[in-house]
């Protein structure tokens, strides 16, 4: 039998996600890319600047996870609390790692 496993590092090399499951781990990756980019614009802008490197991450990552309601909200709609979101469609079959340190 093969088993094909997917390992998604975040940029600094440290492994974040082991899974079998494609779409998970590229929805995984995805949602990384966008935490950097938010983490980045909130650094940037220097907001919450006393927040710790790990609370920034887990911000951003939750945010960039939950897009479709942070972007149904923005427009000044309800979020869908009651549907399901990318947070559970893309752990259902994964475990996250949290990075050493």
Same mark, same amino acid.
Do not use: C, F, S
């Given at each position: 039998?093969? /088993? ?7 940029? $600094? ?11 998970a781990a ?5 949602? &990384? ?7 980045? +614009? &909130?650094?940037?802008?220097?907001? +919450?600047?006393?927040l710790a /490197?790990?609370?920034? /991450?887990?911000?951003?990552?939750? &945010? ?16 869908? +609390? ?10 259902? $079959? ?8």
């Open positions: 039998m093969i /088993e094909i496993e997917y390992v998604v590092r975040d940029q $600094k090399g440290v492994e974040r996600l082991r899974t079998t499951d494609k779409k590229d929805a995984y990756d995805k949602a &990384l890319e966008t935490a950097e980019r938010l983490a980045d +614009l &909130l650094r940037h802008d220097r907001v +919450l600047p006393g /490197e790990t609370d920034m /991450e887990e911000l951003t990552i939750y &945010l960039a996870r939950n897009a479709r309601n942070i972007e149904r909200i923005l427009k000044g709609k309800e979020p869908d +609390l009651t549907g399901e979101t990318e947070t559970t469609e893309a752990t259902d $079959k994964v475990t996250p790692l949290r990075a050493a340190g």
